[in-house]
């Protein structure tokens, strides 16, 4: 079956910290990936996606690596912003059927 | 318009009452989802439609309801509901049924039963 794996939270960084979150997955076939931010009070927003293997999202200074090999999609971001703070969600999608699945969710906090 | 619109944004009703939540969205997509989604935790997949058709039900209690009137719109009847059903109710939108696309978010409906 499909299922998302993430690192638990929540993380707290400083300012221009470099941030990572770990992303695992399993899935039959060739996924879609996704990563989703939620900020405080509102919906889901797309962050990043990658379609294909060794495809690499990025998004306001996010990236994330589509790893057949390792079947990980970590997102990464050089040096995070209060603004940053929110709710990062990983997800995938399979080829067949149209049920995303989502990750636990990883609460990000950047102090000043 | 790259919007999903939810109304309404708070609804708080007791045990007995009737509501409806609304979604819509003019994107041309014709997959709309609702989930589920309480504090601190992913969204829970309740419902999805497919160009106008119910396509899965996640064994959600007949207490909700969902419909579809077009291909813009998605609606989701309580009635009965319980305190455990307090939650952000989620619809999205997506260009694809067979899985390919991205989910487009609404800000959801902060949905409170006393």
């Known amino acids: 079956g499909n299922s998302v794996t993430q690192m638990e939270g929540p993380v707290t960084l400083s300012e221009e910290a470099f941030l990572t979150i770990n992303c695992t997955y399993t899935?039959?076939?060739?996924?879609?990936l996704f990563w989703y931010v939620q900020y405080p009070g509102e919906g889901l927003q797309l962050l990043l996606k990658a379609t294909k293997a060794d495809d690499k999202g990025s998004n306001k200074g996010f990236e994330a690596t589509y790893r057949k090999e390792t079947t990980s999609f970590h997102l990464e971001k050089g040096s995070v912003q209060v603004s940053d703070s929110a709710v990062y969600f990983c997800a995938l999608i399979g080829n067949y059927g149209n049920q995303f699945y989502f990750g636990t969710g990883t609460s990000l906090t950047v102090i000043p | 318009d790259t919007e999903v619109t939810q109304t309404p944004k708070h609804l708080v009703m007791g045990m007995t009452n009737k509501k409806s939540l609304k979604c819509e969205q003019h994107m041309g997509h014709r997959a709309m989802y609702w989930y589920k989604q309480k504090a601190k935790k992913p969204p829970e997949l309740m419902f999805v439609y497919s160009y106008e058709k119910l396509s899965i039900n996640e064994s959600v209690p007949s207490r909700f309801s969902p419909e579809c009137p077009n291909s813009s719109l998605l609606n989701l009847h309580l009635h009965a509901l319980q305190p455990e059903d307090s939650a952000l109710y989620l619809c999205a939108s997506s260009y694809s049924g067979r899985g390919m696309g991205k989910l487009f978010f609404g800000s959801g409906t902060q949905l409170s039963v006393l």
């Open positions: 899935a039959t076939g060739y996924p879609s």
